[in-house]
């Protein structure tokens, strides 16, 4: 989907109506990133995990993944939001962090500390985006500039 101007509110709202569609049955937290590309193109991502739980794949990876299946691997990410559906914030685990930097993402938007009063589950009110620099991220990063 490309979009022109998109909040950090927005990527973050998207990321986490994504989470609808996560495949969370043995950890029951469903997690969904969006991810927004160079040219305003969005991409979106849940997790999908599997009964040999260590081929279980994270939101923000499959995300990229689908950036590149859908996109072609020449686009670079601006932002990556990543949500819960039930807790904030969720932060990006170290294997996404590194996929993430190889196309170039150059900001992490997490959701800050959710509203106690926010809802039911289907219909929560958000926590404020914060938005963090993939050098305070992944500091020292090791990337295709590297080779
Ligand atoms: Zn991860």
């Known amino acids: 989907m490309a979009m022109s101007q998109i909040s950090d509110e927005e990527l973050l709202a998207m990321a986490f109506d994504i989470t609808k569609n996560s495949y969370a049955p043995y950890s029951g937290f469903p997690v969904g990133a969006a991810l927004l590309l160079d040219d305003g193109t969005v991409v979106t991502g849940c997790n999908v995990e599997n009964a040999s739980y260590g081929l279980t794949m994270c ?13 072609g691997p020449n686009h670079k990410i601006e932002a990556c939001a990543i949500a819960g559906r039930k ?13 993430l ?3 170039g993402c150059k900001r992490v938007i997490v ?11 289907d219909n929560v ?10 050098e305070k991220i992944l500091p020292y990063a090791f990337g295709p500039e590297d080779l």
């Not at 009110?125 to 993939?134: K, N």
């Open 125 to 134: 009110t958000l926590g404020a985006p914060e938005s963090i620099d993939f």
């Open 59 to 71: 939101a923000e990876r499959n995300a990229v993944f689908r950036m590149v299946a859908e996109y």
């Open 111 to 121: 959701e800050s500390e959710r509203p106690d009063s926010s809802g039911t589950e």
């Open 101 to 103: 930097h190889e196309f």
């Open 87 to 99: 807790a904030a914030p969720c932060h990006p685990c170290g294997a996404c962090r590194q996929v």
